[in-house]
């Protein structure tokens, strides 16, 4: 006897799903017949041929597979959440979607993702309340033997926390928050860039624009004095550079506007957008001349002269950055891009610290003293050369 898979009822399809090992097969609605009969077109509603009926029937029906199987595979996992709580695999999942619905940016989610298979390869994909000192030992052992930096791996240890306390709170499993404890990352002194640096690079650039005829050179030298100028003056951080558009600049009202931007997936740090204040040094040395030979179809900061951005991610630019900083001649122990950062700190904070904390944006002025402040260069220096004994 044929087996028919679709069948009229009324008023709608329906779909009979026959399972291995089931003498009768589970029916679901499909659609109405109506929506089967007739397509949208640009001329308006056409009848369906019963060829294309059939094939947009099929169609259906396999959505509609795929969305019990997806149904059934919930169930299971519910079914052992409630015998023994989830598994890693399953906790880290949930979280990464909760982080993406968040509107976390997909650098940070990536890097997540990477902490989780780190230690799923390590330690395996256990329940969360089977979690024991043995599992963090082989987490800890597994990333020495990777070559990672103490501070590598403290951050992929960190990002296992975050996930067991959110596994906890959502109630994923019963028992003590399970915990990494990091190993101890040694301090080191922030290094910034000394104003011979900038004036290196700035020459360099301005001989390279200056000689330079291949006009794909020469949009890369001005892209990359943009770049530099930009940091100078303001300490953004690399992503809003990447992700600054022409209209963000505000330059008769002396404003930068940094804002989301997802063409390029760019969320700002705290997912508020905010503006500063455009310097009165890099309206002078760049931004007034730079604006004005701009063609009308470009859009970026760092733009390649057709609209698109010049550099396709933060990675890029900044390899590009360091490439003219060591053909400068520059031998400085700063970062490429956030040495920028951590030198306008710097010289914010030897005037008052709080300024530098406004100007970086940072919610603590803790983090702006200890992570983007060369301590020996501020006043502290000074008092300590006026100290005298009686």
């Not at 109405?32 to 059939?54: H, I, N, Q, W, Y």
């Not at 020459?203 to 930009?230: A, P």
């Amino acid at each position: 006897m044929e087996r028919k898979q679709f069948a009229e009822r009324r008023g709608n399809w329906i779909f009979r799903n026959y399972e291995l090992g089931k003498s009768r097969p589970s029916e679901h609605v499909l659609c109405k017949l109506e929506e089967a009969e007739f397509k949208e077109t640009k001329r308006g509603r056409v009848m369906r041929s019963d060829k294309e009926k059939t094939a947009f029937l099929i169609k259906k029906s396999e959505e509609k597979i795929r969305e019990i199987q997806e149904k059934k595979r919930r169930q299971e996992q519910q079914s052992q959440f409630e015998r023994r709580g989830l598994s890693l695999s399953q906790a880290a999942h949930c979280w990464l979607e909760h982080l993406a619905a968040m509107g976390r940016s997909g650098n940070t989610i990536h890097e997540y993702e990477m902490s989780v298979q780190y230690y799923l390869v390590s330690a395996g994909d256990h329940t969360l309340s089977e979690f024991k000192l043995q599992h963090a030992d082989r987490f800890l052992n597994a990333l020495q033997r990777r070559g990672l930096s103490p501070s590598s791996i403290a951050k992929h240890c960190r990002s296992l926390n975050i996930l067991f306390r959110f596994a906890h709170e959502q109630e994923y499993f019963a028992g003590r928050i399970p915990h990494i404890k990091p190993p101890r990352v040694p301090h080191k002194q922030v290094r910034i860039f000394e104003d011979g640096d900038y004036r290196l690079l700035e020459e360099y650039l301005r001989q390279q624009i200056k000689q330079t005829r291949n006009s794909r050179h020469l949009q890369g030298y001005l892209n990359m004095q943009r770049l530099h100028f930009l940091l100078k003056w303001t300490g953004i951080r690399r992503s809003e550079a990447h992700a600054l558009m022409l209209r963000d600049i505000d330059l008769q009202a002396g404003i930068l506007h940094l804002r989301c931007n997802a063409e390029v997936g760019h969320v700002l740090k705290n997912g508020m957008e905010q503006s500063i204040p455009i310097p009165q040094g890099l309206r002078e040395e760049l931004m007034h001349s730079d604006l004005s030979d701009r063609e009308p179809q470009e859009r970026w900061w760092l733009d390649d002269g057709t609209g698109r951005l010049w550099y396709r991610d933060k990675s890029s630019m900044g390899q590009a950055l360091y490439r003219a900083q060591q053909r400068a001649g520059i031998q400085s122990e700063a970062k490429t891009l956030h040495g920028y950062r951590a030198t306008l700190g710097t010289r914010l904070a030897a005037e008052n610290p709080a300024v530098a904390q406004a100007i970086l944006r940072h919610a603590q002025i803790d983090t702006t003293i200890r992570s983007y402040v060369n301590t020996p260069t501020l006043p502290i220096r000074l008092a300590m050369d006026s100290l005298k004994w009686n």
